[in-house]
């Protein structure tokens, strides 16, 4: 059970983009299971009762904000170089957190969480229900209350989507992207650390020469699936940072209504 409640939570987490919303999430679909344990019948797992749960407490949510922009960490990192207590926080959570560490598949796994909220809501809860969290498309169908061919659908156009922004923004993958955002954070956290060291780690920086788009995409969900957002060794660094872009993003989603 405590396995399954820390899938439920760095799930969340995801599709919410803040920690206390998905705290908050967690602990009503807990009550919400506890109070509807006598309708549950057996006709599909605990995991994927309690996924739906959550799903579906959390869509109100969701469907009441602005979808994010696909440049969203441009956004945030102009931000960050106008506002220095984004830089002070960081670094004293770096030298001071055992989860303030700083690596490029932590952030790779960010970037992924940000960058996906630009996606239509049902695409997103998608990819990261069958490429994350292993649910079969029949599971995935419960969980959003919809059909197989539809969640299909919504796999296919949302890979699709994620695959073209980051073909055209990530400098993991194309050398010409405009993100660089892995090296420049590498050398402001790990300063003797060159950035051609970190990469070489990560099979995703070799494969992106052959130019298989769909494999990188898989790599990228491998990396996510490695890492729990709540428990890593970059856990608070990155959440710290994800905080960050949704104030940022919040507030310039609202200035773009006005």
């Known amino acids: 059970m405590p396995v399954l409640r820390g ?35 057996g006709d599909s797992s605990l995991k994927t009762w309690l996924f739906s749960i959550a799903s579906n407490l959390a869509k109100d ?20 170089l106008t506002h220095h207590e984004f830089f002070q926080e960081a670094m004293h959570i770096h030298a001071t957190s055992p989860q303030g560490q700083f690596e490029v598949k932590e952030h790779i796994a960010f970037c992924f969480t940000c960058i996906s909220k630009s996606l239509p809501l ?22 959003l209350s919809t ?7 919504y796999l296919h156009t949302g ?33 003797k650390q060159k950035i051609q060291e970190e990469l070489v780690k990560i099979e995703m920086a ?21 890492i729990d957002p709540f428990e890593s060794k970059a856990a608070e660094l990155q959440q710290h940072h994800l905080h960050h872009n949704r104030q940022v993003m919040e507030k310039y989603l609202e200035k773009s209504i006005d």
Request: glycine share 2%; charged share 35%.
């Open 61 to 80: 949510n969701l469907r009441a904000q602005k979808r994010w922009v696909e440049d969203v960490t441009d956004i945030a990192r102009e931000a960050a």
């Open 159 to 191: 890979r699709s989507k994620m695959i073209s922004i980051f073909d055209g923004r990530c400098a993991l993958i194309n050398k010409q992207g405009v993100c660089d955002q892995c090296s420049e954070l590498n050398a402001v956290f790990n300063p």
């Open 7 to 41: 899938q439920l939570k760095s799930y969340l987490l995801r599709i919410t983009a803040s920690v206390p919303d998905a705290e908050d999430i967690v602990q009503d679909t807990y009550i919400r299971a506890l109070n509807k344990l006598d309708t549950f019948r």
């Open 206 to 226: 070799r494969e992106a020469e052959k130019g298989d788009k769909e494999r990188l995409f898989d790599l990228r969900m491998s990396i996510l699936k490695e």
């Open 122 to 143: 049902e695409q997103q809860l998608c990819i990261f229900l069958k490429e994350v969290y292993d649910f079969k498309v029949s599971e995935t169908a419960i969980i």
């Open 147 to 153: 059909t197989e061919a539809m969640v299909k659908y």
